[in-house]
């Protein structure tokens, strides 16, 4: 089992310079449920009532998905998650000595404590709890392994292991997570950030190791370099992990644009998964490749994820391109035009730094013909 419990927007909209109104919440809430997502963690109730409203209307579309709420380990912030009707909640505490300093001057008696009571009172409320740990990646396990025991002793479901600072790779994750996972404890989530650029990589390490669920966002926003990308972990999990999952291209597609849209974020094209250019085959050898086989280049079909492929004529392309394009055109081609042609096309594309185009290709070889 692998869940996705996507949390585009609570610490996606924590990204500075981005908030999202009700109606793109309630797109977004929709397109991640029809893309593949399991879980949605919406918003943090304490914010106030526009949160909290926003937080109704999106438990009133009745997605057939868990639904949570972040809230800090207090009984104030579990109270505004039960006036919004909510079943699922993160209680997040700080984990780490650096932040039980700060947020508990060093007394982790005090936290424990702090801990038991919330988590007592929200099983009494028959809720979903996730402990979120805040700052994992730089805490003792040990201590970690005693907050779990204690969370699993109140009957809580899960615990969060939260990369706050992106401090983690790979393999310290893996050893991290199946030193955790193999205590039998509580079910782990990954969450991770992207700080050095490890934000994914971390999360499918976590999954490999045993965690049973991830946070991600949409292309990745969050606070600072951001969080592990929904696309990529779906499509990760899917492709690589082999997990069964159906990948809709229609509502991701869609979903990519809102969220790039409320978010002002533009989409690189050579983003992972979905960028416009990644399956865009310039050099002569990969082209050549693909024409013989549309595996011979790509990990996976661009129409699973609402692309299409593309051979543009530029300073890399090999005959096996023009040949392509000329014949689309329904131009049986010359080879011999072709290779003269070829150092013409690349010398173009050099000194303008833009690909030809169809018709410049058809007009060059249509010249060459008569010369």
Not at 137 to 160: P, Q, T, V, Y
Not at 220 to 232: D, L, P
Not at 261 to 275: C, E, M, W, Y
Request: proline share 3%; charged share 25%.
């Amino acid at each position: 089992m692998a869940i996705i419990n996507d949390t585009t927007l609570r610490d996606g909209e924590q990204t500075p310079y981005v908030a999202f109104n009700t109606k793109e919440k309630l797109q977004i809430a929709q397109l991640l449920y029809e893309a593949g997502a399991d879980e949605l963690e919406v918003g943090i109730p304490a914010m106030g009532k526009k949160e909290q409203d926003d937080l109704k209307e999106i438990l009133a579309l009745n997605l057939p998905i868990q639904i949570m709420s972040w809230n800090r380990a207090t009984l104030s912030d579990l109270d505004e998650s039960l006036k919004c009707g909510l079943k699922a909640v993160d209680l997040s505490i700080p984990v780490s000595d650096i932040l039980i300093d700060v947020k508990f001057n060093g007394d982790k008696n005090r936290l424990l404590k702090q801990l038991e009571k919330v988590v007592i009172q929200a099983k009494k409320e028959n809720l979903f709890v996730c402990i979120g740990g805040e700052d994992s990646s730089r805490a003792n396990l040990d201590f970690l392994k005693e907050i779990m025991s204690l969370g699993k002793e109140l009957g809580a479901n899960r615990f969060r292991y939260c990369d706050t600072v992106g401090i983690l790779t790979p393999n310290t994750t893996y050893e991290n997570i199946k030193n955790l996972s193999s205590a039998n404890l509580l079910d782990i989530e990954m969450h991770t950030h992207n700080d050095f650029g490890m934000a994914t990589a971390n999360a499918i390490a976590g999954y490999e190791a045993g965690a049973k669920s991830a946070n991600t966002t949409v292309i990745g926003i969050g606070e600072r370099a951001g969080n592990a990308s929904f696309e990529q972990v779906l499509m990760s999990l899917v492709r690589l992990l082999g997990v069964k999952k159906e990948i809709n291209s229609n509502a991701l597609k869609s979903l990519i644009k809102t969220v790039s849209s409320a978010s002002n974020r533009r989409v690189d094209a050579n983003l992972p998964i979905i960028g416009k250019n990644i399956f865009c085959h310039e050099s002569g050898i990969h082209v050549n490749g693909m024409m013989k086989s549309k595996t011979a280049y790509e990990p996976f079909n661009p129409d699973v994820v609402g692309l299409k492929r593309e051979f543009p004529i530029g300073k890399h392309s090999g005959s096996s391109t023009l040949i392509y394009h000329l014949q689309l055109l329904g131009i049986e081609p010359n080879i011999q035009i072709v290779q003269k042609i070829l150092p013409k096309v690349r010398e173009i594309v050099t000194n303008r730094k833009k690909v030809l185009s169809t018709k410049e290709l058809k007009e060059l070889y249509l010249c060459s013909l008569d010369i």
